[in-house]
């Protein structure tokens, strides 16, 4: 569809969500002068508190509001202290010892307020409660904790405790390569142990989860479902008041919605525009159009519990019927590479030695033949709600492969549903095939090979939506994850990616370039390429 109707019938749209958009710009602004920034988001998050996200829209729809001991500068570079000003790790990477940073207060809250800034206590609390099914609140709100599992963590830890209100030892049972930048994941937020004990005191233990406080630079101000996450600035923050005095998430699934909004100034700064209208931000003086390429992958993956996806030349046949060159073309408007391995070429560890697939229709029914089905088979492809950095288009991409497996007789019928239940279907194993796809959050390969195709991570409810677990495969993951020196480190992965070659859970479909957009008059935002939307140091200027 031509860009000018595209974004017409957005506007058309658009126009049922304005009042509403109004009114929340009216709830927003208190004083006259007060500069509150809207960001138009591209989902609901599953969840207000980091610990229970496994997306990247539920963790940033928490970021501005919690720190973590360590992070990555913005631009996503090196690690740099966060809520602990120094740390040491032992010879054999076994123990590493973290000092606070002193006076940093957290948030209050209705009939809270805190007695006594961040220490020891609250970061014991905040991984403990993740840890121990035995903690008070580990089965409040139903936590799962996946992504905290996910990455091995509860197997990892061996003690946490408190040397000094000041200084945290944290010991772990192996050495672990990757544990600092896993630290500085979002869902290892610290969370206030006295607010914890007043909420629980109050027969309110939910409300750690639903009304939650940091020591972030944003205090939550409400969430709505579907409409917005509102958030004020925090005027005690430790590291300087912000700039902007109110933050909004409007949340809009529908990107063309979401730029007719950005074009009214409705809102500021948008997620993922559809990578057809590029040429219409670029064309607008009043916006700013910002790219890079993504440290992400999107994907098919096939449910290996199920059958005949059991079978590898099932698999490999339905990559061979693929063209994903044209659902690049078609989907991703050619911002996008074709993708072979499950981690982006970016990455250190990437093998570019694994041979790309080509669209062979007759070697994918001879696969089919050997499988025992010649005739090929029916079944479901779930597609993406809403869009995504890796999958602009869900919707199109299954479209796109429904068509190119009717030509070796495989019959798929499409399905979706919304995105926290789609999420929760591909977790729980329901689904025979899915698209999803990953942003890394930590920059570390293990982030990808580990988390999303380890054997940890097959279990109902994990990130391993193939739920593929691969004994020879999962060894090489592992003994990486416990190396320190990084030749060997790639060596294993780059051994891990070749039986990924060879076995195909899933269809890597492609590494995408990755589009945000915002108004000319926003200023220090930068796109980052760990996925995160980060508000801190963001202003307006009239």
């Not at 809009?252 to 979401?258: A, F, K, L």
Request: one cysteine or more; proline letters at 8%; charged letters at 25%.
């Amino acid at each position: 569809m031509p860009a000018p109707l595209r974004l017409a019938r957005a506007a058309a749209v658009a126009l049922l969500a304005r009042a509403a958009a109004v009114a929340l710009l009216a709830l927003a602004a208190s004083p006259a002068a007060a500069k509150t920034l809207v960001f138009c988001s591209e989902g609901n998050p599953e969840a207000l508190n980091p610990q229970l996200a496994t997306t990247t829209t539920g963790m940033n729809a928490a970021r501005p509001m919690f720190d973590t001991l360590v992070a990555f500068e913005p631009g996503g570079g090196a690690l740099v202290p966060g809520l602990a000003q120094s740390w040491e790790v032992s010879p054999d990477g076994r123990d590493y010892v973290f000092r606070l940073r002193p006076d940093v207060p957290f948030h209050a809250r209705g009939d809270f307020t805190p007695s006594r800034p961040m220490n020891a206590q609250d970061v014991l609390f905040s991984l403990e409660r993740q840890w121990k099914v035995d903690h008070p609140f580990h089965a409040v709100s139903g936590g799962r904790y996946d992504y905290f599992r996910d990455n091995g963590l509860d197997a990892l830890l061996e003690s946490i405790e408190a040397l000094d209100p000041m200084t945290v030892r944290i010991r772990l049972r192996r050495p672990h390569a990757p544990f600092l930048a896993t630290l500085a994941d979002p869902f290892n937020a610290v969370h206030s142990a006295q607010y914890a004990a007043h909420v629980l005191a109050a027969g309110r233990p939910e409300d750690l989860d639903a009304r939650p406080i940091g020591t972030g630079p944003f205090v939550l101000v409400d969430y709505r479902e579907d409409v917005a996450v509102r958030y004020r600035a925090f005027d005690g923050y430790w590291d300087g008041r912000q700039p902007i005095d109110q933050l909004v998430f409007s949340i809009t699934p529908n990107p063309t919605v979401r730029l007719a909004k950005l074009r009214a100034g409705e809102c500021h700064v948008m997620a993922f525009p559809d990578p057809n209208d590029v040429a219409t931000i670029e064309a607008d003086p009043a916006l700013v159009l910002m790219r890079q390429e993504g440290l992400n992958v999107g994907y098919m993956a096939m449910n290996v519990l199920m059958e005949p996806f059991d079978d590898p030349r099932v698999r490999r046949a339905i990559g061979r019927a693929i063209d994903r060159e044209a659902i690049i073309a078609a989907a991703y408007g050619g911002a996008g590479r074709v993708a072979t391995n499950p981690i982006p070429p970016t990455m250190w560890a990437y093998d570019d030695t694994v041979p790309a697939d080509p669209v062979d229709v007759d070697a994918a029914q001879r696969l089919l033949e050997q499988a025992g089905l010649p005739d090929g088979f029916e079944t479901e492809l779930w597609y993406m709600p809403v869009s995504r950095p890796y999958a602009p288009d869900g919707k199109r991409i299954a479209e796109m492969i429904q068509a190119d497996l009717a030509k070796v007789g495989i019959r798929l019928e499409l399905r979706t549903a919304a995105w926290d239940d789609y999420r929760l279907a591909l977790q729980s194993g329901e689904a025979p095939m899915a698209l999803f796809g990953w942003t890394g959050d930590n920059g570390d390969p293990d982030n990808f090979l580990y988390v999303l195709l380890g054997c940890t991570a097959a279990r109902p409810g994990g990130n391993n939506v193939a739920k593929w677990c691969d004994a020879d495969y999962d060894s090489l993951v592992v003994r990486a994850r416990e190396a320190f020196d990084q030749g060997e480190r790639a060596t294993l992965y780059r051994r891990a990616q070749q039986i990924f070659a060879r076995e195909r859970p899933w269809v890597p479909i492609a590494h995408s370039v990755v589009f945000m957009a915002r108004r000319a008059e926003v200023t220090g935002f930068v796109m980052d390429p760990l996925g995160r939307h980060l508000f801190k140091g963001v202003d307006l200027v009239q």
